[in-house]
């Protein structure tokens, strides 16, 4: 009966060894591709569509800013330098891009510091609420910042910080810490402890070792984690407009809010104050980006 099927369709039946799985059985000649014979606007057309989609709000905040009050044109041109001018000079944007820098900085540091301690511990001892430690860093993700506001609100004027500088680090940092230890953990574990263990060894000291020998190859980790924090603490909004009351102590974020009244917004110095502020960030990834993606792919394995 199948002989004779055969012989009206056409087609010569189709051999198969006894032992082959049925999906074997069942798969046609050129009914898989592989990647590299996928046609490339099939890959092109939709990351083409995506930096489209991405481009161009910041396009419009670059064609805001630099053309003259009143133009409706489409192109940047001509251009000036008012909006700019003026947001520096007259707006203290100055002020606020030195108070960002230093909140940022002090941020990165502290944050880079206490969660290279903290995931180190993690990473070589064991002890007893080594597990609860964990889950309660994991938990602590899911608590917004304004929960919290009250409280650190008390805090800081109990210790006479309030319009300071570093009421904020502080609350920047405490609020980085749990991912940036569980981050920096999983780097240190992708080290192996022999190369510690032949350092002490040769004479020299769990300190000394660490620094010596772990340190350099956590380069990648450090880097993705000290510029997480510190692209979080140059656009964050909240604890800056709480705990800084006077002008010359605000960021950049609350700065930019200054400009929207209550009846108009100068659009024109509203851009320029948005590009001032995403300069910063953008000259940080365009150097990074290399050992930003090597540190979070290292993070993500265990060794």
Known sequence: MTALLTERNGTAPRSTAPGSPPSARRRRPGRERAFDDVPRWQIY???GLYLLFTL????WMLLFAVRPAGS????????TGAHFSKV???????VFFQNSMIVGVATLVATTLVALAGGYALARFDFRIKGAFMLALLCSQFIPGALMLVPLFEIFRNL?????????VIAETVFQLPLSIILISGF?????VSLEEAAWVDGCS????FRTVVLPLLRP????????AFVHSWNHFLFALMFLSEQDKQTIPVGLNTLIGADSVDLGALAAGGVIAAVPVVVVFAFIQKWLITGFSAGAVKG
């Open 45 to 47: 057309l939709p990351l």
């Open 56 to 59: 161009v709000p910041f396009y």
């Open 72 to 79: 409706t044109s489409l192109a940047p041109w001509p251009m």
């Open 88 to 94: 520096w000079n007259e707006r203290s944007f100055a």
């Open 160 to 168: 006479q910080m309030i319009n300071s500088l570093g009421s904020v």
């Open 188 to 192: 240190i574990k992708n080290v192996p």
């Open 206 to 209: 769990r300190f000394t070792a």
């Open 221 to 228: 980790g450090l880097i993705a984690v000290g510029s997480f």
